[in-house]
């Protein structure tokens, strides 16, 4: 298995509160992504990251931030959670690409927002 | 951007050939890849294929593509109980994958 760790895995928070999920990595890919999974939609890209300071927004980026200030860490903050951000949410990486982007996953973060 | 559609549900026999079926739309898709979910568990890449192959076996697993149609499918053969999960299939374009809805397959012994 990659070494792919989120913290934490499960939380509750309310609605208006800040969150921050972190994601760490100890296969030192360049490549890191945040994706949230809902019923019925798969999994949706929120941002993803092709460096240090280096990041971009995916299909559903909108009251997502992210920083990245090392190569093995990936933060996700949910600026003030709202309950549409109620949702499960995969880390994932990739090596220096090649051609092919395949990716690796972390066991997910389950995120609660009341 | 990408579009791709997986039927949600798939139910076999132990034993028996399990056919995953998906539609994709972006012609320059090069790269499609099967990953694999188990309850409460990441996703977990099972195999893939480059869009110059028709066909790639890998043990139980056949991925077939059919690039005119824009059509993947994942074969397992002998399904077994341990198979059942949420198979997503997930096309690359460019730098990005695009993740299909994922569909549900349940082995019944």
């Given at each position: 298995?990659?070494?792919?760790?989120?913290?934490?895995?499960?939380?509750?928070?309310?609605?208006?509160?800040?969150?921050?999920?972190?994601?760490?990595?100890?296969?030192?890919?360049?490549?890191?992504?945040?994706?949230?999974?809902?019923?019925?939609?798969?999994?949706?890209?929120?941002?993803?990251?092709?460096?240090?300071?280096?990041?971009?927004?995916?299909?559903?980026?909108?009251?997502?931030?992210?920083?990245?200030?090392?190569?093995?860490?990936?933060?996700?903050?949910?600026?003030?959670?709202?309950?549409?951000?109620?949702?499960?949410?995969?880390?994932?990486?990739?090596?220096?690409?090649?051609?092919?982007y395949e990716q690796y996953f972390?066991?997910?973060?389950?995120?609660?927002?009341? | 951007?990408?579009?791709?559609?997986?039927?949600?549900?798939?139910?076999?026999?132990?034993?028996?050939?399990?056919?995953?079926?998906?539609?994709?739309?972006?012609?320059?898709?090069?790269?499609?890849?099967?990953?694999?979910?188990e309850p409460g568990a990441g996703?977990?890449?099972?195999?893939?294929?480059?869009?110059?192959?028709?066909?790639?076996?890998?043990?139980?697993?056949?991925?077939?593509?059919?690039?005119?149609?824009?059509?993947?499918?994942?074969?397992i053969a002998d399904t077994q109980?341990?198979?059942?999960?949420?198979?997503?299939?997930?096309?690359?374009?460019?730098?990005?994958?695009?993740?299909?809805?994922?569909?549900?397959?349940?082995?019944?012994?």
């Amino acid at each position: 298995d990659a070494g792919i760790t989120q913290s934490p895995r499960h939380k509750v928070t309310e609605t208006g509160t800040p969150v921050t999920l972190r994601c760490h990595q100890t296969e030192n890919h360049r490549y890191m992504y945040w994706y949230r999974q809902d019923p019925g939609h798969g999994l949706r890209l929120i941002h993803y990251s092709y460096g240090v300071k280096d990041t971009d927004k995916g299909e559903v980026s909108d009251g997502y931030s992210v920083s990245r200030s090392k190569t093995e860490d990936f933060l996700l903050t949910l600026e003030s959670a709202t309950s549409s951000q109620t949702s499960v949410y995969f880390c994932a990486i990739s090596r220096e690409p090649g051609y092919s982007y395949e990716q690796y996953f972390g066991p997910g973060t389950r995120l609660t927002v009341t | 951007g990408e579009d791709v559609e997986q039927s949600l549900f798939l139910s076999v026999r132990e034993g028996d050939s399990s056919v995953i079926n998906c539609t994709y739309t972006d012609s320059s898709s090069t790269y499609l890849y099967w990953y694999k979910q188990e309850p409460g568990a990441g996703l977990q890449l099972l195999t893939y294929i480059f869009s110059n192959m028709d066909m790639k076996q890998d043990q139980r697993l056949t991925v077939l593509l059919n690039k005119k149609d824009k059509h993947l499918s994942l074969r397992i053969a002998d399904t077994q109980t341990g198979d059942s999960a949420i198979y997503f299939c997930a096309p690359q374009a460019g730098n990005m994958l695009t993740f299909g809805g994922g569909t549900r397959l349940m082995v019944k012994p």
